[in-house]
């Protein structure tokens, strides 16, 4: 037997395996206490509980490293950074060769298209609709025109064309939200692009003059996306695997992780920023008072793109977009003023006792709005561009969890605080 922990209650004592990951991390069994102690354990936002051992991403918030399946994150951002070669890494455990990777990519451009009955729902909402719900509720509307899909997935051929028809048509929604919100005409994807490249030209083509995709842009957006890729358990993540934990489907289960994402303390905290960079640049805001109104535990305002449950050094994301933002706008020829903004109140926070305390630095959404501002993306997709990059690692977590033959249905115990035995009163009685 291997390492154990004691726990002593009332006077008892219980004997806890203690599991270690291969990174060495270490934790104490307890799914069996219930059973021998009548005891369970209670840690409300799961600060110092794991969900469940996952192979996908390895994070070590002390030294600030990202894996994916092994491979540091920085050694995605060299050369031609290339989404889709991590998303399937992610996906299917191992990076594609030749042979896999085009069979990949061809399923990806046979399936950019929506259905055109899909496309007419597009005109049903309102033309200000947040761009988030639209997204959620297409992904589940989705299933509705492959209801094949919504068994079978054990079949590796089922599950790999159910895959790419979620990324590569999460794409396509994306760029019809955003050009519904604008009254422009729909772009059809484009074959002969890269995933990338035909996003950006379902976005910004016109029916009359194709949009002509930078390298630099094309290379900075395969970046941001896989800098999103996945995160081991956080929110949206977790809803995958709650949601899918009662053998729910992989489109419902990621329509669901849309829905946490939008969230200001996740993804939504990407609006969040640019709208506080906006501020400070308009006046309404010095960074000083920024900060200041951070610190205040009185003010709700939060220093957003700051701080994260997992890093408490400096997160790895947040670093390579920041070099990213100075590359793509030097490369453009272009000054952005909110970057200056951004460096200056990080500069400003990092000196701060309140932030070194804490341990709070930039995380991935500090940066990222600056990036997408670059491509000509508006702030209110910014976190539909977080769930395109997101989806590949829900996708993988949802499989990781439905392959395994030991997973249950997710269903955590509370601890009742409420009245104690109360009876019913009828209506002409109450008071
Ligand atoms: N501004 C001001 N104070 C903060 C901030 C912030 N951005 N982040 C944390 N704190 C304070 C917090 O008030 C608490 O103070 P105290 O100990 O005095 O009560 C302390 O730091 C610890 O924070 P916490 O809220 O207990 O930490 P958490 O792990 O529950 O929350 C977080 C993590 C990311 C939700 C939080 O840092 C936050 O709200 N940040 C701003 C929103 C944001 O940028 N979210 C994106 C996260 S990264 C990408 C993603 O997941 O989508």
């Known amino acids: 037997m291997g390492e154990t922990a004691k726990l002593i209650v009332g006077g008892k004592e219980y004997e806890l395996p203690v599991f270690v990951g291969t990174e060495g991390e270490r934790a104490i069994e307890i799914s069996k206490l219930r059973d021998v102690a009548g005891l369970i354990t209670l840690d409300p936002a799961l600060m110092s509980s794991g969900s469940c051992k996952s192979a996908i991403t390895f994070i070590d918030g002390e030294k600030g490293i990202l894996r994916y399946r092994g491979i540091p994150i920085e050694e995605f951002a060299v050369g031609e950074p290339n989404f889709i070669e991590a998303a399937y890494l992610l996906i299917f455990g191992e990076l594609p060769n030749d042979s896999k990777y085009d069979d990949f990519s061809g399923r990806l451009t046979n399936n950019a298209l929506l259905h055109e009955a899909m496309r007419h729902h597009f005109e049903g909402f309102p033309i200000d609709a947040p761009p988030m719900a639209i997204l959620s509720a297409t992904l589940n509307t989705l299933s509705c025109f492959h209801i094949e899909f919504l068994k079978g997935l054990d079949d590796p051929e089922v599950f790999v064309e159910a895959a790419a028809r979620l990324i590569s048509k999460v794409r396509t929604i994306a760029a019809f939200t955003y050009r519904r919100s604008r009254g422009l005409p729909f772009m059809y994807p484009d074959p002969k692009l890269r995933y990338c490249a035909n996003f950006l030209h379902m976005m910004f083509s016109a029916p009359y003059k194709q949009y002509e995709v930078k390298q630099v842009l094309e290379d900075a957006l395969n970046l941001l996306l896989i800098l999103h890729a996945d995160h081991e358990q956080n929110c949206s993540t977790s809803t995958v695997r709650l949601v899918g934990s009662s053998r729910a489907n992989v489109f419902a289960s990621c329509a669901a992780a849309v829905g946490a994402l939008w969230g200001p303390l996740h993804g939504g905290a990407n609006v969040e920023v640019l709208e506080m960079l906006d501020r400070i640049r308009a006046g309404g805001l010095t960074p000083a008072q920024c900060v200041e109104k951070a610190k205040d535990k009185k003010d709700p305002f939060k220093l957003y793109g700051f701080g994260h449950r997992v890093y408490k050094n400096f997160d790895p994301r947040a670093k390579i977009l920041k070099e990213a ?48 501002r670059a491509m000509g993306i508006p702030t209110s997709m910014f976190t539909v561009m977080f769930a395109i990059g997101r989806l590949p690692g829900w996708i993988a977590q949802w499989k990781e969890q439905h392959d395994d033959p030991s997973s249950k249905i997710w269903r955590p115990r509370q601890i009742y605080v409420g009245r104690t035995l109360t009876h019913y009163v009828p209506m002409h009685e109450r008071e």
Do not use: M, Q, T
């Open 325 to 372: 933002c100075d590359k793509v706008l030097l490369a453009l020829g272009r000054r952005d003023p909110l970057l200056d903004i951004a460096r200056g109140l990080e500069e400003l926070a990092l000196k701060d006792s309140y932030f070194i305390e804490r341990k709070l630095y930039p995380n991935v959404d500090f940066y990222s709005g600056i990036l997408l």
